[in-house]
C-alpha cells in the first residue's frame, strides 16, 4: 500500500500548486470579465471556458504540442531556461490548472457579478484606491462563491486523469497521480490496490463536494 499513499500525497501536491495558479490567475481574470466590457469578451470567455468541455486527451495533446521540446513554449524553455515540463510533476501540475481553471473562472465572475455596487461606489467616494476596495470590500464580500469554485477546481484537479497523462505520464512516484495509479492497477490485475485507491479517491471528492455545497446556496451579500 506504500505507492498507493506515495500517490495520494503526489495528488494532493499537484492539486494543491494548480489550485494556486487557478486562486491567482483565475479571480484576477474573473474580476476584469465581471467589470469591463470589451468587443472579444464573449469568444475570450468561451475560450478560457473550453476546458470545461473539451474531451481532457485533447486538451493534453495541445499542451504537449506547446510544452514539447519542439514547441513554441517547450522549445523557449528548454533552450533559454534549462526547463523540461514533460514527464515532470510541474507538467501535471500545469495539465490540472488548465483543466480546472473554468470552475475558479466562472464561480469567481458570477460572485463578483452578483455583488451591489453601491459598497465600492462608496468607497471610490471617499477616495479609496481600487487596490484598496477589491481587496477590503470586494473580495470580503464574494468569498463565499470563490471559495466554492475554489474547492471545486481542487476536487477536479485531484481526480484529473487525460490531460495528465499526456503531458507527465505515469512514473510511480513522479508523475502517477491517484487517478492514473487506479488506471495502472486495473490494468495489472490488481483489485485490492485499486480498491483501495478508488476510496481514497472517494472521499477527498466527496468531502469537497460536501463542503462546497454549503457554500453555493447561500446569498453572497445580503442587502438588508
Known sequence: MEDAWIALRLTLKVAGAA??????????????FARKDFWCKD????????PMVMPPTVLGYYLLVLLGRNGA??????????????????GAVIAAAIVSFPLVFKAARAAFESLESQYEQAARVLGISE???????????????????????????????????????SIPGQTQ????????????????????LVLLTSVVC?????????LLPGRVVDSH
Open 206 to 214: 466527496i468531502s469537497v463536494l460536501l463542503v462546497s455545497g454549503k
Open 131 to 169: 487596490a484598496a476596495i477589491f481587496f477590503r470590500i470586494t473580495l470580503p464580500l464574494a468569498w463565499r462563491g470563490i471559495l466554492a469554485g475554489v474547492l471545486l477546481s481542487f476536487a477536479r484537479s485531484s481526480g484529473e486523469f487525460g490531460a495528465t497523462l499526456m503531458v507527465a505520464g
Open 19 to 32: 489550485t494556486l495558479l487557478n486562486i491567482f490567475f483565475g479571480i484576477g481574470i474573473a474580476y476584469f
Open 73 to 90: 513554449i517547450g522549445q523557449f524553455l528548454s533552450d533559454y531556461m534549462n526547463i523540461n515540463l514533460i514527464f515532470t510533476w510541474q
Open 43 to 50: 469568444f475570450l470567455d468561451a475560450v478560457l471556458t473550453l
Open 177 to 196: 497521480t491517484l487517478s492514473i495509479a487506479v488506471y495502472e492497477a486495473v490494468q495489472a490485475g490488481r483489485d485490492d490496490i485499486a480498491n483501495f
